[in-house]
């Protein structure tokens, strides 16, 4: 069975629609490929992709270094907003751009909404 990127896309449309703070969001493989993509247009699909990878590939290799198990998710908090990276199932890794706005425990509790349904297109 291929994977919908349609499907995919407007999960990640509407994820990013329903919440003002929530400012992109990308689904990328651990290779660095988009999947699919719904961030601002400023943004480079691939290099968004390529750069998610690269964190994820170094939090993993930190994570065993310091012996803290499978990571559940890369947190990166800037002065204009939050970086959210979380697991997707193996081959799919789930970016969230959010508004430094963003209440923290209800952007985690979307992005796990959002993780659910996304799970269900990939399999």
């Not at 703070?21 to 490929?33: E, H, R």
């Not at 699919?36 to 290099?47: H, L, V, Y």
């Not at 964190?55 to 990166?76: K, N």
């Amino acid at each position: 069975m291929s994977i919908s990127s349609s499907k995919l896309e407007g999960i990640l449309q509407n994820f990013v629609s329903s919440t003002n703070d929530i400012q992109g969001a990308a689904l990328v493989t651990p290779d660095g490929l988009p999947l699919a993509t719904s961030i601002p247009s400023a943004m480079d699909d691939e290099r968004v992709a390529a750069m998610s990878a690269a964190m994820l590939s170094l939090g993993e290799r930190i994570s065993q270094e310091l012996s803290r198990g499978t990571i559940d998710r890369i947190y990166i908090e800037g002065d204009q907003g939050y970086g959210v990276l979380t697991s997707c199932g193996e081959d799919a890794v789930f970016l969230v751009l959010a508004s430094r706005t963003a209440k923290q425990g209800l952007l985690m509790l979307e992005i796990k909404r959002a993780v659910e349904e996304l799970r269900l297109v990939l399999l």
